[in-house]
């Protein structure tokens, strides 16, 4: 049985981290009230602006969720989330090509980041953090703070990976998103959101080659295609934030599998709910002429 070389498994394991949160502009979410919350907040609004990439008008709403909740992590860690991937849609990074197969993700290049838009991210990540350790010290099941402590070591891996091509880098905040979903998971019977993190990694390195599955089972993260594809299933049926963002990861997982007419119902039920999204569109296209 060949040996998978050390870079390309880790290159593997960042296409994963990737996958699972890199598309998630909605992925600061309120763990604990995701299943009962009203889409009438400054957060949803927020979350529903990153869906149609108005980035500008999602990180108004962030901030005026911070006035109202300035202890909340969840604000500062949902305007990390819109600067990066406001960054990525300005490099081009959510694009379907870039995640088709594991070589286009392997060939992808290291990208020149806006310095601003980096020291931005990297200080309401800080923020982030602080205000959650708090929650923490006095309360080891607070959900909300355990959710952002789950996104941002999951955006600093996405920002390693996609933006820096650090995938050692990715690596490790890879697993620390999971060490903290994990916990998550352990408190919160119905947080449906946090099954988008462990869905996609599973149905990813489920359809990795047996050494690799093995790899990168000894590092931490199983694989069960079938599963991954359960998982994704249930946030996009009962999940808040991110059940639109569960569709668009099925979307991507049916794309790779070759089942283009399932790909297609999901993107245009996507395009009608967000029509401001230009993404949605441009990846029916490429679907309906054979790309």
């Known amino acids: 049985m060949p040996v998978m070389a050390p870079s390309r498994v880790v290159a ?16 600061a979410a309120h763990a604990a009230t995701a299943a009962d919350a009203v889409l009438d907040t400054a957060l949803d609004r927020g979350f529903h602006g990153l869906y149609n990439l108005d980035f ?17 992590p969840v604000g500062p860690v949902s305007e990390a989330a819109g600067c990066l991937f406001s960054e990525f849609n300005r490099l081009g990074v959510l694009e379907r090509q870039f995640y088709e197969n594991d070589e286009a993700f392997g060939a ?64 490790h905040y890879t697993k620390e998103a999971s060490s903290w979903a994990q916990q998550l ?73 070759k089942d283009k007419a399932r790909a297609l119902a999901l993107l245009t039920s996507l395009r009608a709910q967000f029509p401001a999204n230009t993404l949605f569109p441009r990846e029916i296209a490429h679907l309906q002429d054979g790309h």
């Open 185 to 257: 998971l352990s408190v919160c019977d119905n947080c449906s959101d946090v099954l988008v993190a462990t869905g996609f990694s599973k149905y990813i390195i489920g359809s990795m080659s047996a050494p690799v599955r093995w790899l990168l089972r000894m590092g931490g993260v199983p694989g069960d295609k079938q599963a991954g594809i359960a998982d994704l299933q249930t946030t996009a049926q009962h999940g808040h934030y991110l059940a639109p963002f569960a569709r668009v990861l099925l979307a991507i997982a049916y794309v790779r599998d």
């Open 56 to 72: 500008a008008g999602a990180q108004k709403d962030f901030s005026a969720w911070e006035l109202q909740h300035p202890d909340d």
């Open 12 to 27: 593997s394991f960042a296409m994963v981290t990737a996958l699972w949160l890199s598309l998630g502009w909605c992925a």
């Open 108 to 171: 992808r290049p290291k990208l020149v980041a806006d310095p601003a838009v980096h020291e931005h991210f990297q200080s309401a990540l800080g923020h982030a953090e602080s205000l959650a350790r708090t929650r923490l010290s006095s309360n080891p099941k607070d959900q909300d703070a355990l959710f952002a402590m789950t996104l941002a070591s999951g955006l600093q891996a996405d920002y390693a990976a996609l933006i820096e091509k650090r995938n050692m880098a990715s690596l």
